[in-house]
Protein backbone atom coordinates (compact mmCIF):
# COMPACT_ATOMS: atom_id res chain seq x y z
CA UNK A 1 0.00 0.00 0.00
CA UNK A 2 2.91 2.17 0.72
CA UNK A 3 4.21 2.06 -2.42
CA UNK A 4 1.48 2.54 -4.44
CA UNK A 5 0.83 5.78 -2.64
CA UNK A 6 4.45 7.24 -2.82
CA UNK A 7 4.33 6.27 -7.08
CA UNK A 8 1.50 8.73 -7.02
CA UNK A 9 2.99 11.05 -5.21
CA UNK A 10 4.89 12.94 -8.42
CA UNK A 11 1.78 12.17 -10.33
CA UNK A 12 -0.63 14.40 -7.91
CA UNK A 13 2.09 17.27 -7.57
CA UNK A 14 2.15 17.58 -11.45
CA UNK A 15 -1.53 17.45 -11.63
CA UNK A 16 -1.08 20.48 -8.70
CA UNK A 17 0.85 22.41 -10.90
CA UNK A 18 -0.81 21.98 -13.91
CA UNK A 19 -4.19 23.27 -12.09
CA UNK A 20 -2.30 26.61 -10.91
CA UNK A 21 -1.20 26.81 -14.91
CA UNK A 22 -4.26 26.55 -16.12
CA UNK A 23 -6.22 29.52 -14.36
CA UNK A 24 -9.68 29.82 -14.45
CA UNK A 25 -10.71 27.66 -17.51
CA UNK A 26 -14.40 27.59 -16.68
CA UNK A 27 -14.48 30.60 -16.20
CA UNK A 28 -13.65 34.17 -13.83
CA UNK A 29 -14.19 33.90 -10.31
CA UNK A 30 -16.01 36.53 -8.57
CA UNK A 31 -13.23 37.45 -6.84
CA UNK A 32 -11.73 39.13 -10.09
CA UNK A 33 -15.09 41.16 -10.26
CA UNK A 34 -13.71 44.39 -8.78
CA UNK A 35 -10.33 44.59 -10.16
CA UNK A 36 -10.84 42.32 -13.38
CA UNK A 37 -7.55 40.92 -12.75
CA UNK A 38 -7.21 37.21 -13.83
CA UNK A 39 -5.38 35.12 -10.92
CA UNK A 40 -2.48 33.50 -13.20
CA UNK A 41 -0.16 32.71 -10.81
CA UNK A 42 3.21 34.17 -11.79
CA UNK A 43 1.43 35.84 -15.08
CA UNK A 44 1.43 39.51 -15.53
CA UNK A 45 -1.04 41.32 -17.72
CA UNK A 46 0.55 42.65 -21.28
CA UNK A 47 2.23 46.05 -20.94
CA UNK A 48 1.48 46.76 -24.28
CA UNK A 49 -1.79 48.60 -25.71
CA UNK A 50 -4.38 45.90 -26.13
CA UNK A 51 -5.04 44.69 -29.33
CA UNK A 52 -8.89 45.01 -28.91
CA UNK A 53 -11.60 47.19 -29.01
CA UNK A 54 -15.27 46.94 -27.23
CA UNK A 55 -17.55 48.37 -29.87
CA UNK A 56 -20.90 49.12 -29.04
CA UNK A 57 -24.14 49.76 -30.98
CA UNK A 58 -24.75 53.31 -29.86
CA UNK A 59 -23.43 55.66 -27.64
CA UNK A 60 -26.86 57.07 -26.06
CA UNK A 61 -29.27 54.32 -23.22
CA UNK A 62 -32.42 53.98 -22.25
CA UNK A 63 -33.69 51.45 -19.73
CA UNK A 64 -35.31 48.81 -20.97
CA UNK A 65 -33.73 48.82 -23.98
CA UNK A 66 -31.00 46.35 -24.95
CA UNK A 67 -27.26 47.60 -25.85
CA UNK A 68 -25.03 45.22 -27.73
CA UNK A 69 -21.56 45.03 -27.16
CA UNK A 70 -18.65 43.49 -29.63
CA UNK A 71 -15.14 42.68 -28.82
CA UNK A 72 -13.13 43.47 -31.95
CA UNK A 73 -9.85 42.36 -32.12
CA UNK A 74 -7.75 38.85 -32.41
CA UNK A 75 -9.59 35.71 -31.51
CA UNK A 76 -9.42 35.63 -27.85
CA UNK A 77 -10.20 32.62 -25.35
CA UNK A 78 -11.00 34.00 -22.15
CA UNK A 79 -13.16 36.92 -20.89
CA UNK A 80 -14.55 39.19 -18.03
CA UNK A 81 -16.96 41.99 -19.39
CA UNK A 82 -18.49 44.41 -16.92
CA UNK A 83 -20.60 47.52 -17.12
CA UNK A 84 -19.41 50.51 -14.65
CA UNK A 85 -19.62 53.70 -13.94
CA UNK A 86 -17.50 56.75 -12.93
CA UNK A 87 -14.94 55.09 -10.49
CA UNK A 88 -17.07 52.68 -9.08
CA UNK A 89 -16.06 48.93 -9.42
CA UNK A 90 -19.68 47.43 -9.01
CA UNK A 91 -20.96 45.51 -11.61
CA UNK A 92 -24.20 47.42 -13.27
CA UNK A 93 -27.37 46.44 -15.02
CA UNK A 94 -27.70 42.95 -16.12
CA UNK A 95 -26.33 40.55 -19.22
CA UNK A 96 -28.78 38.84 -21.11
CA UNK A 97 -28.57 35.53 -23.04
CA UNK A 98 -24.96 34.63 -23.17
CA UNK A 99 -22.98 34.06 -25.90
CA UNK A 100 -21.95 30.17 -26.77
CA UNK A 101 -18.90 29.45 -24.53
CA UNK A 102 -19.27 32.31 -22.21
CA UNK A 103 -21.94 32.13 -18.69
CA UNK A 104 -23.16 35.13 -16.29
CA UNK A 105 -20.68 35.63 -13.45
CA UNK A 106 -22.35 37.32 -10.41
CA UNK A 107 -20.79 40.39 -9.46
CA UNK A 108 -21.46 42.77 -6.91
CA UNK A 109 -24.34 41.02 -5.89
CA UNK A 110 -26.18 40.57 -9.18
CA UNK A 111 -26.45 37.16 -10.32
CA UNK A 112 -26.52 38.65 -14.00
CA UNK A 113 -23.70 41.21 -13.29
CA UNK A 114 -20.73 40.31 -15.82
CA UNK A 115 -19.81 37.89 -18.68
CA UNK A 116 -16.88 35.77 -18.29
CA UNK A 117 -16.18 32.38 -20.37
CA UNK A 118 -17.46 29.28 -19.52
CA UNK A 119 -14.42 27.00 -21.82
CA UNK A 120 -11.29 28.20 -23.61
CA UNK A 121 -12.37 27.83 -27.27
CA UNK A 122 -12.29 30.61 -29.20
CA UNK A 123 -14.05 33.39 -29.60
CA UNK A 124 -14.18 36.40 -31.63
CA UNK A 125 -15.60 39.43 -33.68
CA UNK A 126 -18.90 37.37 -34.50
CA UNK A 127 -19.44 37.05 -30.90
CA UNK A 128 -22.04 39.36 -29.67
CA UNK A 129 -23.00 40.74 -25.97
CA UNK A 130 -26.35 42.00 -24.82
CA UNK A 131 -26.52 44.12 -21.51
CA UNK A 132 -29.85 45.60 -20.36
CA UNK A 133 -29.24 49.16 -19.02
CA UNK A 134 -30.49 50.11 -15.17
CA UNK A 135 -32.72 52.97 -14.60
CA UNK A 136 -30.10 55.62 -13.85
CA UNK A 137 -28.93 58.57 -14.81
CA UNK A 138 -24.92 58.01 -14.67
CA UNK A 139 -22.76 57.65 -17.48
CA UNK A 140 -22.01 53.77 -18.29
CA UNK A 141 -18.81 52.46 -19.74
CA UNK A 142 -17.74 48.25 -20.47
CA UNK A 143 -14.79 47.37 -18.84
CA UNK A 144 -13.28 43.87 -19.88
CA UNK A 145 -10.20 41.87 -19.49
CA UNK A 146 -9.32 39.49 -22.56
CA UNK A 147 -6.83 36.53 -23.12
CA UNK A 148 -5.52 35.21 -26.04
CA UNK A 149 -4.21 32.64 -23.85
CA UNK A 150 -2.84 31.94 -20.08
CA UNK A 151 0.09 33.95 -20.43
CA UNK A 152 -1.09 36.87 -22.77
CA UNK A 153 -3.99 39.48 -21.69
CA UNK A 154 -4.76 42.71 -21.21
CA UNK A 155 -6.80 44.43 -18.34
CA UNK A 156 -8.53 47.50 -17.82
CA UNK A 157 -9.93 47.75 -21.59
CA UNK A 158 -12.90 50.10 -21.66
CA UNK A 159 -15.47 50.59 -24.01
CA UNK A 160 -16.77 54.99 -24.82
CA UNK A 161 -18.59 56.25 -22.53
CA UNK A 162 -22.54 55.92 -23.01
CA UNK A 163 -24.78 58.63 -21.45
CA UNK A 164 -28.50 58.21 -20.96
CA UNK A 165 -30.81 59.50 -23.60
CA UNK A 166 -33.93 61.28 -23.47
CA UNK A 167 -37.28 58.83 -23.64
CA UNK A 168 -39.70 59.69 -27.43
CA UNK A 169 -38.54 61.54 -29.78
CA UNK A 170 -37.00 60.51 -33.03
CA UNK A 171 -33.47 59.86 -33.08
CA UNK A 172 -31.46 60.81 -36.33
CA UNK A 173 -28.66 59.21 -35.84
CA UNK A 174 -26.94 56.84 -33.39
CA UNK A 175 -25.87 59.03 -30.45
CA UNK A 176 -27.64 62.07 -31.90
CA UNK A 177 -27.91 65.06 -29.24
CA UNK A 178 -31.25 66.50 -28.54
CA UNK A 179 -32.46 68.43 -31.25
CA UNK A 180 -34.91 68.48 -34.04
CA UNK A 181 -35.61 64.93 -34.02
CA UNK A 182 -37.07 65.05 -30.35
CA UNK A 183 -38.54 68.63 -30.04
CA UNK A 184 -40.60 68.83 -34.07
CA UNK A 185 -41.14 64.54 -35.03
CA UNK A 186 -43.60 65.41 -37.10
CA UNK A 187 -42.09 67.86 -38.84
CA UNK A 188 -38.89 65.66 -39.35
CA UNK A 189 -41.27 63.29 -40.55
CA UNK A 190 -43.23 65.60 -42.88
CA UNK A 191 -39.44 67.01 -44.43
CA UNK A 192 -38.43 63.32 -44.92
CA UNK A 193 -41.55 62.36 -47.06
CA UNK A 194 -41.04 65.83 -49.15
CA UNK A 195 -37.13 64.80 -49.73
CA UNK A 196 -38.73 61.47 -50.82
CA UNK A 197 -40.78 63.05 -53.56
CA UNK A 198 -38.33 65.22 -55.00
CA UNK A 199 -35.67 62.34 -55.85
Known amino acids: M?????SLS?????????????????????SACANTIPQHVGVQPQPSPAPYTLLTNTRVYQPGQPITVTIIGPAYRSV????????STNALGSWQHPPPDTKFLECSGNAQGAVTHSNTNLKGNTTVYSWMPPDSTSPVYFMATVAQQHS????????????????????????????????????????????????
Open 80 to 87: LLEARSGS
Open 2 to 6: ELCLS
Open 152 to 199: VYWINMRSNTLTRGTSGGLRLATGASDGLGDKHPVLVLVMCILMLRVF
Open 10 to 30: PAFSLLQVLCLVEGYPTGAPT
